[in-house]
T-cell receptor, first 113, second 114 residues
Framework: LAKTTQPISMDSYEGQEVNITCSHN???????ITWYQQFPSQGPRFIIQ???TKVTNEVASLFIPADRKSSTLSLPRVSLSDTAVYYC??????????????FGKGTKLSVIP | EAQVTQNPRYLITVTGKKLTVTCSQN?????MSWYRQDPGLGLRQIYY???????DKGDVPEGYKVSRKEKRNFPLILESPSPNQTSLYFC?????????????FGPGTRLTVL
C-alpha cells in the first residue's frame, strides 16, 4: 500500500512562489499523482495531475522526477485565497480491477499578507 | 449541474442509534467512495465501489457498511454508531476506478455521536 508524506504546514507571503513536496516511495508503475485543494468545510477539489516529468495548467505546475518517488506542487505568486489544505493522492491497485485511493495528511498552506 | 450530493449535512445522534448518510451523483460515474476527515489525520478512505454491487474496504472500514444497488447512489450506514465515529464525512465519485480520473467530492456531512 503506497503511503504519501507531506509537510504538515507551510507559510508564505503573498506574491511568492510556493513549492509543496510529497513523497510516495512505493508508487506503482501505473499510478498517477494527483493534487487536490481543500478550503475549510468544503470537499477537496482537483488542482493538477501528472504521471512523469512536468505538467502545467492555469493554476499550478507539477514536477515529477524520473524515479517518481516524489512530486512537487508549485503555486506561482500565491494570494490570500490560496490559503487551504493541499493533498497529494496516489492510487494503489489492490488487485485486478480494484483500486483503493490513499490521500496524504495534507499540507496546510497559510498565505500571509 | 454535475454534482455529488450528501444528506444530511449535519447530524447529531446518540451511541447505538443506526443511521444512514446518503450520497448521490448525477454524472453516471462508476467509482464512488466514502472518506472521513479528522484533525491531523487528513482524508481516510472508508469504503469504495467500483460499480453496482461491487464494494471494497478502504483504510478504515470498521464500524461502517455500504451498499451500491444503483449506480448513482452510495449510502454509508452506521449500524451502531460510537463517539469515535464523530467526524466529517465526504462522498466522492469519479468516471472510473483509474486514479487518473478526477475525484468529485460532495459538500460533506458533519456527524456528532454523543
Amino acid at each position: 500500500l503506497a503511503k504519501t508524506t507531506q509537510p504538515i504546514s507551510m507559510d508564505s507571503y503573498e506574491g511568492q512562489e510556493v513549492n509543496i513536496t510529497c513523497s510516495h516511495n512505493n508508487i506503482a508503475t501505473n499510478d498517477y499523482i494527483t493534487w487536490y485543494q481543500q478550503f475549510p468545510s468544503q470537499g477537496p477539489r482537483f488542482i493538477i495531475q501528472g504521471y512523469k516529468t512536468k505538467v502545467t495548467n492555469e493554476v499550478a505546475s507539477l514536477f515529477i522526477p524520473a524515479d517518481r518517488k516524489s512530486s512537487t506542487l508549485s503555486l506561482p505568486r500565491v494570494s490570500l485565497s490560496d490559503t487551504a489544505v493541499y493533498y497529494c493522492l496516489v492510487g494503489v491497485g489492490s488487485g485486478a480491477g480494484s483500486y483503493q485511493l490513499t490521500f496524504g495528511k495534507g499540507t496546510k498552506l497559510s498565505v500571509i499578507p | 449541474e454535475a454534482q455529488v450530493t450528501q444528506n444530511p449535512r449535519y447530524l447529531i445522534t446518540v451511541t447505538g442509534k443506526k443511521l444512514t448518510v446518503t450520497c448521490s451523483q448525477n454524472m453516471n460515474h462508476e467509482y464512488m467512495s466514502w472518506y472521513r476527515q479528522d484533525p491531523g489525520l487528513g482524508l481516510r478512505q472508508i469504503y469504495y465501489s467500483m460499480n453496482v454491487e461491487v464494494t471494497d474496504k478502504g483504510d478504515v472500514p470498521e464500524g461502517y457498511k455500504v451498499s451500491r444497488k444503483e449506480k448513482r447512489n452510495f449510502p454509508l450506514i452506521l449500524e451502531s454508531p460510537s463517539p469515535n465515529q464523530t467526524s466529517l464525512y465526504f462522498c466522492a465519485s469519479s468516471r472510473s476506478s483509474l486514479d487518473s480520473d478526477t475525484q468529485y467530492f460532495g459538500p460533506g456531512t458533519r456527524l456528532t455521536v454523543l
